[in-house]
């Protein structure tokens, strides 16, 4: 049941990792009038339609990681404290904090993303958008990193 779970919080890290990377680039890096290109195209989206389905995503991909997290806390960290494997199990621990720091922002995440976007707003917004895709990008990466290590038990 666990590797189902994080097979399923993986799915959902994945599509967050898809929406917020979009809305991203879309507001850091805009489509100049007339490019026609991969990148283009994948920064050329309507980065406000993302918003809701992102914080959807982000509280459910948190809440998968609490169920599966005390599996890994009873099971594979201690495997890992074991081997004194420090700067994975602190760079886990980051990961934890980012995410929670991540939850705190989204009510103000969705309130600079609100309908009608105000232009006074946008350096915000852009603002707002990069700390959350650096921070699931970061527990991505992270949370891969240590099943690859020790996975779970």
């Known amino acids: 049941m666990i ?3 994080l097979i399923v919080h993986a799915l959902l890290a994945v599509t967050l990792i898809g929406a917020l990377t979009h809305q991203a680039l879309s507001v850091w890096w805009p489509v100049s009038a007339g490019e026609r290109s991969f990148f283009g195209n994948f920064r050329a989206v ?6 809701k389905g992102i914080i959807v995503i982000y509280v459910a991909t948190a809440a998968m990681g609490g169920l599966i997290y005390p599996n890994f806390r009873t099971g594979a960290r201690i495997a890992l404290e074991e081997l004194r494997a420090k700067v994975p199990l602190g ?6 904090h980012y995410i ?8 103000t995440y969705w309130y600079y993303w609100r309908q009608p976007l105000s232009p006074e707003l946008a350096r915000a917004r852009a603002m707002f958008t990069a700390i ?17 290590l020790r996975g779970l038990e």
Do not use: C, Q
């Open 91 to 96: 760079a886990f621990d980051l990961k934890e």
């Open 132 to 148: 959350l895709a650096l921070a699931v990008w970061w527990s991505f990466i992270i949370g891969h990193v240590l099943n690859n």
């Open 100 to 107: 929670a720091i991540g939850l705190g922002m989204l009510p």
């Open 46 to 51: 309507r980065a406000a339609a993302y918003t």
């Open 3 to 5: 590797v189902a779970m």
